[in-house]
């Protein structure tokens, strides 16, 4: 009995120590905190004291080994690949590097052909046709003239017999000794003649619509003719344009090497299917390299022609080949929102290092050098609302956040132009 009440005695007597020791660590702590200012920590290591001094601008990013000449180089029509060179083969300027299987080709050749030449024996026989139509028209005129002449003829004879009628009736009136029977005759001469001139100016009439109708109609063999001899003339342009379709589809089915180099890689083998605009190989001059980096538009106004590079390849480490800058792109492509711009960079490349097409490598473009001017690591700097911001730290070491006006960006450090000044103290987020 008497130890059990030992035991919890001293139970109680622990627990009651344990909480005045937190307590007091508690009091401790709280007043620490209040003499601080109630100010964070800040860590010795996170704090940055702004000196002026010299700052190389250096613009950062990768680059692609290529060809000073290249080429990626595709069929222009859909078949089969019968022959294609392999890699590291070394062809002169038109060589064929690559070729199709040309039966199709050639068979296509051949009926363009013969299609002209049917087109061209059609012309023929419709200009024949018209020289017949035109000679046709020429004698329906001339046989037309004929009838029309002697249709006119009739009528004049038949106007002269009319007025012969008048002048035979009209003198008998003046004769005693005519009978009745004379008079009417003279008189019913006059109706008969009447008569014959209206049938002869019927006729005239009926021969000169028939004349009409017939030269028309000749006309009509001539336009026909003229129609025929345009429509056969467009069949030879089509027919000359199909030919020469399938002529340079028959060329097109090789493929030739468009300078003296060599074939870097290839894409297809023999026996699969090309495709227009489906690259087979890479073609260029693999003695004679050059670089390609891609630079963002935030830095590509930074970047002058003969400004130099360092460049660095994962495959020599720590190894550095000097470059220069020798071609900017006028122009940007566009990825994913992000617009980039090719530069060229011209580099010798040291003995003992083997520099090949296509390897990658990192960039680095010196630019110019600013000098007496204040610079902060970048990662010191925040962002908020387009404005930059540092956290200033005061005397009695308190962050103060900061505007500040920020002017060329290094890789690792941000030249500061206003908001600072030398001696000041900055701390990280």
């Not at 299609?115 to 020429?138: C, G, P, T």
């Not at 028939?210 to 003719?225: G, L, P, T, V």
């Not at 960006?409 to 987020?429: C, N, R, W």
Request: hydrophobic fraction near 40%; glycine fraction near 6%; proline fraction near 2%.
């Amino acid at each position: 009995m008497q130890l059990k009440t030992v035991r919890k005695l001293s139970e109680s007597i622990f627990i009651i120590e344990s909480i005045k020791y937190i307590f007091i660590v508690f009091s401790i702590v709280l007043l620490l905190f209040i003499s601080s200012g109630c100010k964070p920590k800040v860590e010795e290591g996170d704090i940055y004291t702004i000196k002026k001094g010299d700052m190389e601008v250096k613009i950062s990013t990768d680059g692609k080994v290529v060809p000073r000449e290249y080429l990626r180089i595709s069929f222009k029509n859909v078949g089969k690949i019968s022959f294609i060179a392999e890699e590291g083969e070394v062809f002169k300027k038109d060589e064929v590097i690559a070729k199709l299987d040309e039966e199709d080709f050639k068979n296509q050749l051949e009926l363009a052909k013969t299609s002209l030449v049917l087109a061209e024996k059609e012309l023929e026989m419709a200009k024949l046709n018209l020289k017949s139509a035109e000679d046709a028209y020429k004698n329906t005129v001339e046989i037309a003239n004929a009838n029309n002449l002697q249709a006119q003829k009739a009528v004049e004879q038949a106007e002269v017999a009319l007025r012969d009628a008048h002048v035979y009736y009209d003198k008998l009136k003046y004769e005693a000794m005519v009978t009745a029977s004379t008079k009417k005759q003279a008189n019913m001469a006059i109706h008969q003649a009447e008569a014959g001139l209206e049938q002869a100016k019927v006729a005239l009439s009926q021969t000169y619509w028939n004349s009409e109708s017939m030269k028309q109609a000749a006309k009509s063999q001539i336009d026909s003719a003229e129609k025929a001899i345009e429509l056969s003339e467009k069949k030879i342009d089509s027919a000359n344009a199909s030919l020469n379709l399938a002529q340079d589809a028959y060329e097109n089915a090789m493929l030739k090497a468009p300078f003296s180099g060599e074939v870097i890689e290839v894409y297809q083998k023999a026996g699969e299917m090309a495709s227009p605009g489906m690259p087979v190989t890479y073609f260029g001059t693999s003695d004679d390299l050059k670089i390609v980096a891609d630079v963002d538009e935030e830095n590509i106004s930074k970047i002058k022609e003969g400004q130099e590079v360092e460049i660095s390849f994962d495959s020599y480490p720590g190894e550095i080949i000097m470059g220069k800058v020798v071609k900017i792109a006028l122009g940007g492509t566009e990825f994913q929102g992000v617009v980039t711009y090719d530069v060229d960079i011209d580099f010798e490349i040291p003995k003992g290092i083997d520099v090949l097409p296509a390897m990658t490598c990192e960039i680095d473009i010196l630019g110019q050098k600013i000098k007496d001017t204040m610079s902060i690591p970048s990662d010191y700097i925040f962002e908020e609302e387009e404005k930059y911001y540092v956290n200033l730290l005061t005397e009695n070491n308190k962050k103060v956040k900061t505007e500040i006006t920020i002017g060329y960006e290094g890789e690792d450090y941000t030249q500061v132009l206003s908001g600072l000044k030398e001696g000041d103290k900055i701390s990280k987020e």
